[in-house]
């Protein structure tokens, strides 16, 4: 073998070595499979949901005031104007995660272009950052749905939530609006709270950070 074959038979093993070594390309995404999706982290890829477990809005009794606000909202959102994400709080079988469902259901039924619900679990939320930026880039309206949201002692994902969502330079992106449901309405347990109080240099601050 001559020098020049030996040398581009290794060049070739580093490019091939630097290929396993690179992270994987950015799934392509395609809203246009379906109405409603489940974002998968593990492959970041959003699987289509073909029929979404949703009943009729008029059969959610008892919650008629918030429902009008979450389905005004959610009619803002789909024709282009300016919506705000919302937290629906509250004790366990109050229809919350029904009424988002059914929301968008009806919203669906009236606009000709209707935003993809996307469904990301709770114990994924620190993917978050990563769905905003691939959902930046599409057309298509987008509705973030995640259920029973809530933080336990010892996580942080909640402050890249709060910096994606409000505070980080790039922000939500403005075809991207973000529903959660939630049996807390400040999201953490108080014990969480109360241990800031007792260990912190500055208990006030410590304590507005986390609920903020």
């Not at 246009?32 to 982290?41: G, I, L, M, P, R």
């Not at 330079?169 to 049996?183: D, K």
Request: with cysteine.
């Amino acid at each position: 073998m001559t020098q020049d074959a030996r040398l581009a038979d290794l060049l070739e093993r580093i490019a091939s070595a630097l290929e396993r070594l690179a992270p994987p390309p950015m799934p392509t995404l395609d809203l246009a499979q379906a109405d409603a999706f489940v974002f998968e982290a593990a492959s970041g890829r959003l699987r289509p949901v073909p029929r979404v477990a949703a009943v009729p809005l008029e059969l959610l009794c008892g919650i008629d005031r918030v429902a009008d606000i979450l389905l005004d909202n959610t009619r803002r959102f789909a024709r282009g104007l300016p919506a705000n994400n919302a937290l629906l709080w509250g004790a366990r079988g109050m229809g919350k995660s029904s009424l988002v469902k059914a929301v968008h259901a009806t919203v669906a039924r009236e606009v000709a272009q209707p935003p993809a619900l996307i469904e990301i679990h709770r114990e994924e939320i620190d993917h978050l950052p990563r769905l905003l930026h691939l959902l930046a880039r599409q057309e298509r309206r987008c509705l973030l749905f995640c259920d029973d949201l809530s933080f336990d002692a010892g996580e942080t994902s909640y402050k890249s939530l709060k910096a994606v969502l409000e505070g980080g330079l790039e922000g939500r992106p403005p075809n991207v609006l973000f529903y959660a449901t939630s049996n807390r309405r400040h999201l953490m347990p108080r014990q969480m709270i109360e241990n800031e109080r007792s260990t912190a240099i500055h208990p006030g601050e410590a304590v507005e950070e986390k609920v903020s």
